[in-house]
């Protein structure tokens, strides 16, 4: 109950419309630069509804889209399209914008076991 509510505080603070969950996983991504699709792979340390926060050991730029396929611990792998919204050093924040309706179920329905996890 304490850690929903000093999470639910910084939420407001930071002004997330979505609650972060702690989670480690394995992400996939695929990104076009100049006609060139290129691959990359990473961890996942946060996930929500509305986005993540990823550590790549390679670069992103803010306003990059990508295209994710997320290692969920909780229900098969889910493939969603997102933008970078920042950055501090290795780690990205990424907004997701488009998955099928399956794949935003799934996503939430992890966030639900994640948190009930803790």
Known sequence: M???LRQAVQ??????RWHRHH???RVSLRLNRNGIEHFLSGTC????????RLFLTSE???????????ALPYSAPVEV???VRNQLRFEYGIEFLEASEADRQNI????????LMV
């Open 108 to 115: 939430a329905r992890n966030c639900k076991a994640i948190s």
């Open 81 to 83: 399209r997102g933008v």
């Open 23 to 25: 989670v480690k996983v």
């Open 2 to 4: 304490f850690v929903e």
């Open 45 to 52: 340390y946060d996930l929500s509804e509305g986005g993540t």
């Open 60 to 70: 992103l730029h803010p306003g990059e889209e990508v295209w994710m396929k997320l």
């Open 11 to 16: 939420n407001r603070l930071e002004g997330r």
